[in-house]
């Protein structure tokens, strides 16, 4: 099955700095990346997402970004505020007969003021 | 803004009773999930749901668990005969298109077995 490994497992970056987290993936069929945003006790949210025939996606201060042939797509969020903080997840949706997303380990990220 | 909605939000029972977790999707969704999160770790798949049967499940899914969709809007996750090691989170979560794309959760059910 997918195999997804989510990099760095804690994130502390100081208010206005840009923060990184990235995800490998093993399935080369996976078509279907999405990042999920879950604050502690909360449900996770969808705060963006990539399809396998996009390079990259921006919306305001987040960014995804996909390299199909490494097998690795990065969330990028720039000028990081209090409120970014919280655990981050990226996902993978393989295709074929799978329905689910296989999730990442997650990312706690703390944004130091 | 439509949302995904469970209840309850914590339910605490006895190891060996059954437990009915419930969920409301989306109306216009066609695709129902199962997650599960056990405290601090990863979000685990355990079964989609598509016309009213099992799409696929995971191995986490096993003759313990079931799903329904009693009725237009409601669809439960059954567990029979809980474990210690079935307290969790567990997220429903709903989306449009097939491949859990734009697949929106809900707030969760936490479940404690004692």
């Known amino acids: 099955g997918e195999n997804v490994e989510q990099h760095p497992s804690t994130l502390s970056v100081q208010e206005g700095d840009s923060a990184v987290i990235k995800c490998t993936y093993s399935d080369s069929a ?15 949210q969808l705060i963006i997402d990539i399809r396998s025939n996009v390079g990259e996606k921006k919306d305001q201060r987040i960014a995804v970004t996909l390299n199909k042939t490494a097998k690795h797509f990065s ?3 720039t000028e990081t505020q209090p409120e970014d903080s919280a655990v981050y997840f990226c996902a993978v949706y393989s295709g074929g007969g799978a329905d689910g997303l296989t999730f990442g ?9 | 803004e439509p949302e995904v909605t469970q209840t309850p939000s914590h339910q605490v029972t006895q190891m060996g009773q059954e437990v009915i977790l419930r969920c409301v999707p989306i109306s216009n969704h066609l695709y129902f999930y199962w ?5 601090g770790q990863k979000v685990e798949f355990l079964v989609s749901f598509y016309n009213n049967e099992i799409s696929e499940k995971s191995e986490i899914f096993d003759d313990q668990f079931s799903v329904e969709r009693p009725d ?5 996750l059954k567990i029979r005969s809980t474990k210690l090691e079935d307290s969790a989170m ?6 449009h298109d ?3 794309t734009e697949a929106f959760f809900g707030q969760g059910t936490r479940l404690t077995v004692v």
């Open chain 2, 90 to 95: 567990y997220f429903c979560a709903s989306s």
């Open chain 1, 105 to 113: 380990k997650g990312t706690h990220l703390i944004i130091q003021p």
């Open chain 1, 30 to 44: 996976s078509n279907y990346f999405p990042w999920y945003k879950q604050e502690l006790g909360k449900r996770p």
């Open chain 2, 35 to 39: 997650y599960r999160q056990i405290l």
């Open chain 2, 98 to 100: 097939r491949g859990a």
């Open chain 2, 72 to 76: 237009g809007s409601n669809f439960t």
């Open chain 1, 75 to 77: 969330l990028h969020i």
